[in-house]
């Protein structure tokens, strides 16, 4: 029996309007049409639509649109790129997400930086690197410490001195600039270190969310496929 617009609208709280642009977007495969000119949907256009709004929350909107562009182009080939970038930066932001953990995790109590402000030499050597290593990022922009107006020389307040700590802490663990840069956003972004632990967990079931959202998407995908 063909089914009508408004139900399929009706299984997802949609207006038959939004049902009618998907099929123009071609995110539903082409409707038939009545003698009279109406809509006549069939089953796998239910799933179509269903697996469209299963990508959503997995891969995004426009991503969600361009994969079943391209399945119902009859280029499903075309479609996988885009659900294995997705996947890759699931990946990525996890990856930087543990890099994150793991630094607060090792960065221990006696190296959490005390008041006050110390210069390259002295910092370096606490943490047994070269001063060079500092300068490099600088250079990249990892560390910037203000200047001293009457020396010139470096000057390393505590809130630099701990963001070198989680800095060195990082590439010991064999993260890189890019990967470090993130996370000493993240942490000057929340106020420091103490405040983010409540961002990770927020961050870390974000992206358990997210990983549960393509598993979905992925069996709905499957299924559409199956009828097409």
Known sequence: MPLRPIDLAREHGLSTQAVRNYEEAGILPPAERSPHGYRLYAPRHAAALRAFLALVPAHGHATAGAIMRAVN??????????????????????????AVAGALRDLAPPCEPGPGVTYIGPLAQRLGIRPATLRKWERVGLIVPRRDPRTGYRV??????????????????????????RVLERV?????????????????????????????????????????
């Open 156 to 181: 390393y307040t505590s809130a630099d001195v701990r963001d070198v700590l989680l800095a060195h802490q990082l590439r010991r663990g064999g993260h890189g600039l890019e990967q470090i840069a």
């Open 73 to 98: 182009g009859g280029a499903a080939e075309e479609a996988l790129p885009l659900i294995d970038e997705s996947h890759a930066q699931l990946a990525d932001d996890r990856s930087t997400l543990e």
């Open 188 to 228: 000057r972004a929340a106020g420091g270190p103490e405040p983010l632990q409540a961002t990770l967990r927020e961050w870390r079931d974000r992206l358990t969310a997210r990983g549960l959202a393509m598993l979905a998407g992925a069996a709905a995908l499957d299924a559409y496929l199956g009828m097409s």
